[in-house]
Every structure is written in C-alpha cells, then in structure tokens.
C-alpha cells in the first residue's frame, strides 16, 4: 500500500534573463556565475503570478489543459499517462516561499483555478525543502486515513503536490551575491493511495537551527497600526481630515492611519529580534528581500544532502548505489558534485537541470523530476530519491519508485 505517482508536471515564465543580461545590473560576468553555480540562464516572471505558474505546472500533471492566463506567458510540459479527473483530487498542498497572497491561501486559489472541487487545500513552507515537506506531509495524511482508524479522518485517496515560486520578488537586484542565483518556476506531482504498490517509501524531514541567520528574509507587510502599548491611539484631527476626504462611504480608507506615525509592526519587530535579522531596511537597503551568507549555506547543503540521502535510504531498506537517480535541489552545480563525491556517486546519478533554470527554491525538484522522466534518466518502476535544503536551516529527501 502507498502513495504512487500518477502525473508530473513543470511551468516557467516565457522570459528567459541571461547571465549577460544580469552584467548590466551588478559587477558580474557570465564566466564567474557559470563556474561557481553552473547557471546560465533563468526565468523571470513579470506578469505570471505564482499561482498562475502553479495551475500551469498542476494542469500538465492531471493531464488537463493549461487554463489560459490573459498577459501570461507560460512554457509548461508534463508525463500524464492517463488524464485524472479534477474531481477526484481531495487534497492539494501547495509549498511555496512566495505566496501571492496571505489569505486565502494560495492553495485555495489553486484549487479554484482548476476545478479540484473535491480538495483540502493549504500551503507549505519549508524554504527550498518545501517539495520533500510537502510530499510527506500528503503521503502522511493519506496512509492515515488509510488506517484501521482512518474512517474517523477524512478520506484521501488522491493528493496533488505542487511547489511554485517567484524567487525573483524576493530577490536585490543589486546584490550580486544572491540576483545571479535565483529563478521562477513550479513543478507538480499527483500522487494516488494504492493497494499493493509502494510509491514513496520512505521520508527524511530536519531542521537545524539557522544560528547564523545565514539565509532570512525579512516580512514587509504591516497595517497602519492605531495602537501604542495603552490601547487606541486617535488622532482625531487627522480622522476628520480623512472623512472630509472620503466621497463614498462605503470605500474605507485608513490612511489617516499612516498620519498617526504608527505603521511599523511590534510582532515583526519582536521576530526579527528572535532571530537577530539583520536590519538592512534601516541602513536603506531594500527590505523584503533574501540575504544570504553563501559560504555558510555552501558548507551545510552538501553535508545535509549526504545525510539526508543516506538517513532516507536506510528506512527504504535500499542501498545508495541501487538507487535510480538522485533528483537534488539544484543551487548551485558546486554542491552537487560535493554531494556526489560524499555518496561516493558519480555525476551522473544525479539530475542536474540548474544551467537553464537558475535556483527556484521548492519547485527545483518537482521541476527537475520532470526533465529526469522527459530526458529517459528515469522511468516507471525506477528508485529515485529526492533531495533538498534550504532556509531554516531545512533539509530532507525522499525515496520513492516510479
Ligand atoms: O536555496 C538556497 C540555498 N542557497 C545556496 O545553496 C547557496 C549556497 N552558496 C553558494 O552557492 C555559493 O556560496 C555562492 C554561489 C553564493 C558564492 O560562491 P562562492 O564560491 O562561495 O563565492 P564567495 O562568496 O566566496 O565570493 C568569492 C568572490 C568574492 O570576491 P572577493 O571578496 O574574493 O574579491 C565575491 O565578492 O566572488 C565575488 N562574487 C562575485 N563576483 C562576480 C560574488 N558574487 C559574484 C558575482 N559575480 N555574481
């Protein structure tokens, strides 16, 4: 009994940015980011929202048609051997760094887009680990509600893991450091509970804790906020002000809110005291964007990528060298070779798609088990591992056969 893969599916922005291209933002060369990360190219959303990116690569797994986006462009491709009917999905987890929304969540506007009628729906963040969270946590619900106590859950028999992001809203196009790595992208993945067969077979989920703060990204969002630590704050002349303003009753406008200076978020404030973020927005630099320390990230990724692979194998009951291939987060090509040279594996075990694509967080390993199956590396039947790391400080893998 397990959660078998049915459907596969990716989706990237139509705009391609070239390293060249990124040469006329930062002090950067083609030559430098293509041998320290393996990137050549990637994609950019401008008017594709993560959602959309998310349908495209969702729709290509269920084997439907791409809903058409007015202003988007989108390239999506899949492996659907059967089309599966929309209505059957009863559970969608959506992993994602860069929603497009706080509420409802992203999930839900996902499953309106394509019809999932049917479906439980919520989002995931687990940084660039999202895809191996995400599967696990829907592989999770599945086995229980097929539990001999399962009758008392609710029933899913049926899951569709999609992970989708757009990096590059998060990203300082002035920081050559980070703008050279990041791209947009979703993958997705249809996972149906069967009898007698065993899709994914085992996961490995780990957080270590992040004590450098070496991969953050600050919250912009915050309500003007009429409060101080006594209770309502009124400033009614700018009250007044704003309702002489204010035509149509029905619009509500609080910027007189703003007027009262009290716009910054104690809780934020409280967070990023938490973890000691770095205030760049003080020093003026732009707020709510990634900051990474590279090296630090570099020396745990290929470690966690060992360890994770090595630790999810164990409770497959499979051997490293039997294993397919490897479908890694692809950040940078340097950490995959690690990594390899770690499991004693060759390259070539592994499924290296960053060159055109660039880091897309979660949606690098959905995306790349696409190009895996597409290209022939592997097929139905094979063990693949999936394996990741991210902010967090995340990591975890995935075996599962075809
Ligand atoms: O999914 C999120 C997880 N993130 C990652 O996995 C990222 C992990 N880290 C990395 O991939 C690498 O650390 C980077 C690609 C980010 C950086 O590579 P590195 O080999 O660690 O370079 P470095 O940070 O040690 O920098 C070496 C030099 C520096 O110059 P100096 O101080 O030696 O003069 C940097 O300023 O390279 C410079 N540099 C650049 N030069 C040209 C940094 N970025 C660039 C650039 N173009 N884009």
Redesign the pocket.
């Known amino acids: 009994m397990g959660a078998c893969a049915m459907g596969f599916g990716k989706a990237v922005p139509g705009l391609v940015v070239h390293n060249e291209d990124?040469e006329k933002l930062?002090?950067?060369?083609d030559e430098?980011?293509v041998t320290?990360?393996g990137i050549s190219s990637r994609h950019v959303s401008v008017n594709e929202t993560m959602v959309d990116l998310a349908a495209a690569a969702a729709a290509e797994a269920l084997g439907m048609d791409v809903p058409s986006v007015p202003g988007a462009n989108i390239d999506s491709a899949g492996v659907c051997p059967e089309p599966v009917d929309p209505a059957s999905i009863d559970l969608v987890v959506l992993t994602t760094i860069t929603p497009d929304v706080l509420v409802p969540s992203n999930a839900a506007a996902l499953k309106r887009m394509l019809g999932l009628d049917s479906a439980v729906a919520f989002d995931v963040n687990a940084?660039?680990t999202g895809f191996v969270y995400g599967v696990s946590v829907a592989e999770s619900m599945m086995a229980a509600s097929h539990t001999a106590g399962g009758g008392a859950r609710n029933q899913y028999n049926r899951a569709l893991v999609v992970s989708s992001e757009r990096l590059t809203r998060l990203t300082d196009w002035q920081d050559?450091?980070?703008?050279?790595?990041?791209g947009d992208g979703a993958g997705a993945m249809v996972l149906e509970w069967r009898d007698g067969e065993q899709g994914v077979m085992s996961s490995y989920l780990k957080n270590d804790d992040d004590d450098a703060n070496s991969?953050t990204c600050r919250q912009s969002y915050s309500s003007p906020l009429p409060f101080d630590e006594n209770g309502v704050v009124c400033d009614e002349e700018a009250k007044a002000a704003h309702d002489a303003r204010s035509d149509d009753p029905k619009v509500v406008d609080y910027s007189y809110i703003a007027s009262l200076g009290l716009s910054c978020d104690p809780a934020a404030g409280r967070a990023d005291d938490l973890f000691d973020i770095d205030d760049r927005a003080s020093r003026g630099g732009p707020e709510q964007v990634?900051y990474?320390?590279?090296?630090?990230?570099?020396k745990?990724?290929a470690k966690a990528m060992e360890n994770a692979v090595r630790q999810a194998c164990e409770r497959a009951g499979v051997a490293v060298q039997d294993v397919k291939a490897i479908v890694p987060?692809q950040?940078?090509l340097?950490?995959i070779e690690f990594a390899a040279k770690r499991l004693d594996l060759p390259l070539d075990a592994f499924q290296v798609s960053i060159g055109h694509t660039g880091?897309t967080?979660s949606s690098?390993l959905p995306m790349a088990l696409v190009d895996a199956i597409s290209s022939g590396k592997v097929s139905h039947g094979d063990i693949v591992v999936l394996v990741?790391?991210?902010?967090g400080l995340t990591s975890g893998a995935a075996v599962m056969r075809l």
């Open positions: 990124l930062v002090q950067t060369d430098w980011i320290r990360t940084a660039c050559r450091n980070t703008c050279v790595l990041f991969l990634i990474m320390n590279g090296q630090k990230v570099f745990f990724a987060h950040a940078n340097r950490i880091n967080s690098c990741a790391f991210g902010g």
